[in-house]
C-alpha cells in the first residue's frame, strides 16, 4: 500500500482524522522509512555512482591492471577496501545508510579481485585464466574467490546490517551454485547438463529457503534483506528447472503446475519475482502445447481464451471475498508467520 502525503489530507478533508493526527502519522512514517530505498533522484544518485564504482571493480574489470601482477592487484585492493570501509564509516556516522551500504557491499566486492591477486602472486593460480573471465566462465577454481567472498560478507553483515550487502551474497550463491557443479565433475569443464540442472534446482530451492528465513528473522524490521536472495534463488531454481528435458506430458504438466504453484507462493509473500518467472513458465508450457501437442486444433486458441476469461472472473471474486479468505488462511498459520505475510501487505 503506497499512501502519498496528499492521501493523508484527503483523510483530513473527510474528516476521517484531524490536521494534528495526520501530520504525527506523515512525521512517524518518514522515520519508519530511513534508509529504506526510494525512487527519487537523491537514491537514483546513489544507486547509479555506486553500481558504476562497483561495476568498474567487477564485470567491467579489463586486462589493464594484469600489469601490476599479483602482488600489485593484491595492494590495490586492499587500498580500495580501505577506502571502502573509511567511506562506509563516514556515511554510517552522518546516518546516510543508502550510501553507507553501497560502500560496504563495494568492500565485498572486491574481495575475488584480491584473492585473485593474493593466488597470483603465491604462484597457486591454477591456469592461464585472468579475473575478468571469473564473470563470464565457470571453472571450479572459482570456488576460494567465493568463499572469500561470502566470508568477508559475513564480517560485514555482522558490521553493518545493510541489506545491499546481500546483492554480492546473492551473486556469489548464484556463481557457486554453478561451479560447484564443475568441482563435482572433477574439476573438468564437461557437459553432463542433468547434473548441472539438478544442482541448480537444488541450489536454488536452498537458496529461497535462506530468503524465507531470513524474511522471517528480519519481519519486524523496515529493510528489506530477503530481495536479493529471493530473486537469485528463483532465478536459479526457475531456470535448472526449465532446461530440463522430458518425453513425458506429464513431467511437462508438472513443470506448469510448478510454475502455478510459483505465482502462488509470490502473490501470497508479495513476492513479484516468483510471479514474474512462473509466469513465463505457465507461458512456456502454453507456447509447447500450441506448437506441439494442438498444432492442427481450432478448439486450442478457443479454449484458451474461455480459460483466461474464467481466470479473470475468477480475479473479481477473489477481490470481493479476499478479506474473509485471507483472514481464514492466516488464521490457520502460526502467529509469528503472520507477522510476516501482515509485513508484506
Known amino acids: 500500500m503506497r499512501i502519498e502525503r496528499h492521501n493523508l489530507q484527503q483523510a483530513v478533508d473527510r474528516q476521517i482524522v484531524s490536521a494534528e493526527q495526520a501530520e504525527a502519522l506523515w512525521t512517524f512514517w518518514g522515520q519508519a522509512q530511513q534508509g529504506v530505498p ?13 553500481l558504476l564504482a562497483i561495476g568498474a ?38 546516518k546516510l545508510t543508502i550510501p553507507a551500504g553501497i560502500m560496504a557491499t563495494l568492500v565485498v566486492v572486491i574481495t575475488p579481485l584480491a ?3 593474493l593466488q597470483q602472486g603465491l604462484g597457486v593460480w591454477p591456469d592461464d585464466s ?27 553483515l555482522y558490521c553493518y546490517r545493510y541489506p545491499f550487502l546481500l546483492l554480492p551474497v546473492a551473486v556469489t550463491l548464484w556463481y557457486l551454485s554453478m561451479d560447484v557443479v564443475v568441482w ?21 530451492l536452498a537458496m529461497i529457503a535462506l530468503a524465507f528465513w531470513l524474511d522471517y528473522r528480519t519481519r519486524h524490521r523496515p ?10 534463488g528463483v532465478l536459479t531454481f526457475w531456470g535448472g528447472l526449465s532446461l530440463m528435458e522430458s518425453d513425458s506430458e506429464l513431467s511437462k504438466f508438472l513443470y506448469c503446475m510448478t510454475n502455478v504453484l510459483m505465482i ?7 513476492r513479484r519475482v516468483f510471479v ?43 477481490q470481493r471475498h479476499e478479506q474473509q479468505i485471507g483472514a481464514f488462511l492466516r488464521g490457520l498459520l502460526p502467529a509469528s508467520v503472520q507477522e510476516l505475510l501482515e509485513k508484506q501487505v
Open 130 to 156: 585472468v579475473y575478468r573471465d571469473y564473470h563470464r566462465w565457470i571453472q571450479w577454481h572459482w570456488l576460494w574467490m567465493e568463499l572469500a567472498t561470502l566470508a568477508v560478507a559475513a564480517v560485514m
Open 115 to 117: 584473492v585473485y591477486g
Open 223 to 232: 529493510q528489506d534483506f530477503a530481495f536479493w536472495l529471493y530473486v537469485f
Open 276 to 318: 514474474i518467472f512462473g509466469a513465463l513458465g505457465v507461458a512456456g508450457y502454453l507456447a509447447y502445447l500450441s506448437e506441439r501437442v494442438f498444432q492442427n486444433s481450432w478448439l486450442f486458441p478457443i479454449a484458451l481464451t474461455v480459460l483466461g476469461l474464467a481466470i479473470v472472473f475468477g480475479g473479481v471474486w477473489w
Open 184 to 204: 563435482l565433475m572433477g574439476g573438468q569443464y564437461g557437459y553432463d547438463w542433468e547434473l548441472r540442472q539438478s544442482v541448480s534446482v537444488v541450489f536454488g
Open 264 to 270: 502462488a507462493i509470490g502473490a501470497v509473500l508479495k
Open 57 to 94: 571493480m567487477s564485470v567491467f574489470m579489463n586486462l589493464g591492471w594484469e600489469q601490476f601482477g599479483g602482488w600489485g592487484i593484491f595492494a590495490l585492493c586492499l587500498l580500495y577496501a580501505a577506502v571502502g570501509l573509511g567511506l562506509t564509516r563516514y556515511f554510517a556516522g552522518k
Open 38 to 50: 526510494r525512487f527519487d533522484v537523491t537514491h537514483i544518485l546513489y544507486y547509479l555512482g555506486g
